[in-house]
């Protein structure tokens, strides 16, 4: 196999790992707005919003078609809860 078919291959078993990627409570993000949104981007996730509070920042992102509501410290730049938003209910 030459050199582009193994990269190929190697793309094959990378991206549907990219493609899953998920974050959870406790993982460190960054205290920045910046920060964040590179960490987030880097895992897939697309952003639409960003809010910052004085004990939360709160980000707002899709990811795999679904929308989540992460909440992240400020201080410690480490997620404190995530909320899959559901609207499969309203019409």
């Not at 960490?39 to 960003?50: K, W």
């Not at 004990?55 to 707002?60: K, N, P, Q």
């Not at 992102?61 to 209910?89: H, M, Q, R, W």
Request: glycine share 8%; aromatic share 6%; proline share 2%.
């Amino acid at each position: 196999m030459n050199k582009f078919g193994k990269l190929a291959v190697l793309a094959a078993c990378v991206t549907p790992g990219l493609a899953m990627a998920q974050i959870n409570i406790g993982h460190v993000l960054g205290s920045s707005e910046a920060d964040i949104r590179s960490a987030l981007e880097a895992q897939g996730y697309t952003i639409s919003e960003v809010e910052t509070e004085q004990d939360e920042i709160e980000i707002y992102a899709f990811l795999n078609g679904k929308t989540y509501e992460i909440e992240v410290s400020p201080e410690t730049g480490a997620v404190i809860a995530i909320e899959l938003d559901d609207d499969e209910g309203d019409s």
